[in-house]
Each structure stands twice: as C-alpha cells, then as structure tokens.
C-alpha cells in the first residue's frame, strides 16, 4: 500500500519558517492535500491540489511538491500555529485515501 | 455555512454494532464525495471509507473492509457509517468530511469499544 511519510515533529521559533516535509513515491505525480490540527479540535485543510490555499487560510501557508516529496511552509510563524499537520494523497493504484503520520510543530 | 454534524456514538462493547450518522447543511449534499475519517486516542487521522455523491461507488480501508458499510440518504442530506463486529482497536474519534480536499469537518462522534 502507498505510504506517506513525514517527519514527527518540528520546531521553530515565532516568526521564522517552518517547513514540513511528506515523502511517497512518485508524489509528484498526485495532488497532495494539507491538513492542521490544534489540539482537540477537528483537522482543518491548510493546503490543496499542491499549492492552494483555502478562502480564509493567511497566505503565510503555501505548499509545493517535486522531486516525491511535498512540503509545507509557513512564514512568518505564529504560536497559533502549533499543531499536528497531515499530508494526504487519493492513491489511484489502491482507490485509498492515504494520510501521512503527521508532523507536530512546536513553536519555541 | 456548512455544517457537518456527527452523532452515534457511544461505549459499546466488543463485537457489538453501531450506526453513525452526519447531519449536513448549508451545501448542495447531493453534490459532494462524502469521507468518514477516524482518529484513535493519540494517534494520526486514519481514512475510513468514503461516498461518491450519487452513492454508487464506494470505497474502504482494508482495516474496516468486510465490518463496516457507509451509505447515504440524499434526500434528507445524511450520511451514515454502519459498523459491525466492532473491536477495541475501533475506538476512535469519528469524523464526517466533504469533498475531495476535505475541504470541510464536523467536529468528531467518539466511539469506545470495550469490555
């Protein structure tokens, strides 16, 4: 089954970028989508098809995918931005759903 | 708005059945993939099975295949998970999605399978 990998956690202090990485095979080749998660509330895409953005998400979040792996970026970081972010891809091969691990961001 | 709103969920014990249901408003339901997606104490989002919007296809993971069944009611804009032979490793917090981005989430039904 296709996987999805990201790292388990990242740091960074406010205002400085935190990029967040989600690995797969031939990722490039698909849309990769974008969730956060604040603690105790429902996930909230961040991110879709790639590299756009929701209405009403700041235009600090951007993501782009190459090369198999997918990256989230946020500037400028805020601590309202601490969370849990997952990638997730429509696997075609396996008509699945497949999520990343997810990847929590501390800001210091 | 959209809304999504869960409800069904419960203590149950293991082997037992349950049936959730998600209440939708404020979109054209009839017109959107629907996602149930669940998430267990701690851990990551895990996909669960999803709808196509005329319910004709559907799609489940292999860790509920055979156990659970999700359907619709257009009509009255609900979707449902039907869930069989329910084990402890099923609980969960269960999540309602619209979409193929799951652009939008209800806020979660919690389900305890335990003895």
């Known amino acids: 089954s296709y996987v999805l990998t990201q790292p388990p956690s990242v740091s960074v202090a406010p205002g400085q970028t935190a990029k967040i990485t989600c690995a797969g095979d031939?990722?490039?080749?698909?849309?990769v989508h974008w969730y956060q998660q604040r603690p105790g509330q429902a996930p909230v895409l961040v991110v879709y098809d790639d590299s756009d953005r929701p209405s009403g998400i700041p235009e600090r979040f951007s993501g782009s995918n190459s090369a198999n792996t997918a990256t989230l970026t946020i500037s400028r970081v805020e601590a309202g931005d601490e969370a849990d972010y997952y990638c997730?891809?429509?696997?075609?091969?396996?008509?699945?759903?497949?999520f990343g691990g997810g990847t929590k961001v501390t800001v210091l | 708005q959209v809304q999504l709103v869960e409800s069904g969920g419960g203590v149950v014990q293991p082997g037992s059945s349950l049936t959730l249901s998600c209440a939708a408003s404020?979109?054209?339901?009839?017109?959107?993939?629907m996602y149930w997606v669940r998430q267990a104490p701690g851990k990551g989002l895990e996909w669960v099975a999803l709808i196509w919007s005329e319910g004709n296809k559907k799609f489940y993971s292999d860790a509920v295949k055979g156990r659970f069944t999700i359907s619709r009611d257009n009509s009255n804009n609900t979707l449902y998970l039907h869930m069989n032979s329910l084990r402890v490793d099923d609980t969960a917090v269960f999540y309602c999605?619209?979409?193929?981005?799951?652009?939008?989430w209800g806020q979660g039904t919690l389900v305890t399978v335990s003895s």
């Open positions: 031939h990722l490039e080749t698909q849309s």
């Open positions: 997730q891809v429509w696997d075609r091969r396996s008509e699945h759903v497949v």
């Open positions: 404020g979109f054209s339901f009839s017109s959107y993939v």
């Open positions: 999605a619209r979409d193929r981005t799951l652009k939008n």
